[in-house]
């Protein structure tokens, strides 16, 4: 669906475009965000390659271990429904973990491996279990300490001062994370009242 979207934005440009007879401006400002998009990327790999650098040390030392131990009695008690000791809650902590530190691109496997282990804890239904929705609430809007990616971007276009977002960051992203598990047990407790009535 996502696909079929995209694709219709980009032909309606293209078709404006056509009838305004701006194509000249569409082709110049094509090549110009491709040549943007590159220097980025370049810019980016070196940024994150320092700090995904940082992170290994970090899990080398034990640093991100102990930080999971610290959050794993807040874990299980947002996730209920997953044994402390199961691969599961493993995989959570680390993908929090990462996401807290800004390594969004770090987290990704670990929330897909998470993802995969509360699969199996679901039976491999069709339909998302609890703990399943609260992951993805979770990973969608996580506190993030270091946000490691914004930071980069802002270096790469020369700012003054790119550390600045940290502290609003922090801000937005703990009112997000509330705002998460607010929602999150709402539903769940509307989800209940209704198996209740049947």
Known sequence: MINKIWVSMFLIGLLFAAW????????????SGAKEGVAICLGLISILAFWLGLMKIAEVSGLLGS???????????IFPEVPANHPAMGYILSNVTANMFG????????GI????????????????????????ALN??????IPTTVISIR???G????TDIV???????????????????????RQIRKQRRI
Do not use: H
């Open 140 to 145: 969608t809007a996580c506190i993030t300490f």
């Open 20 to 31: 305004n007879g701006t194509m000249d401006k569409v082709n110049a400002a094509i090549f």
């Open 159 to 162: 700012s003054a001062s790119p």
């Open 67 to 77: 930080f999971a131990k610290l959050l794993r009695p807040i874990a299980t008690k």
């Open 113 to 136: 491996k998470a993802m995969e282990q509360l699969k199996q804890l679901n039976q491999n239904r069709d339909s998302a279990s609890r703990s399943m929705v609260t992951l993805l």
């Open 103 to 110: 390594l969004g691109n770090a987290a990704t496997p670990m």
């Open 155 to 157: 270096m790469s276009y």
């Open 167 to 189: 502290g609003p960051t922090i801000m937005a992203s703990a009112c997000a994370f509330m705002g998460a598990i607010i929602i999150d047990r709402l539903f769940y407790a």
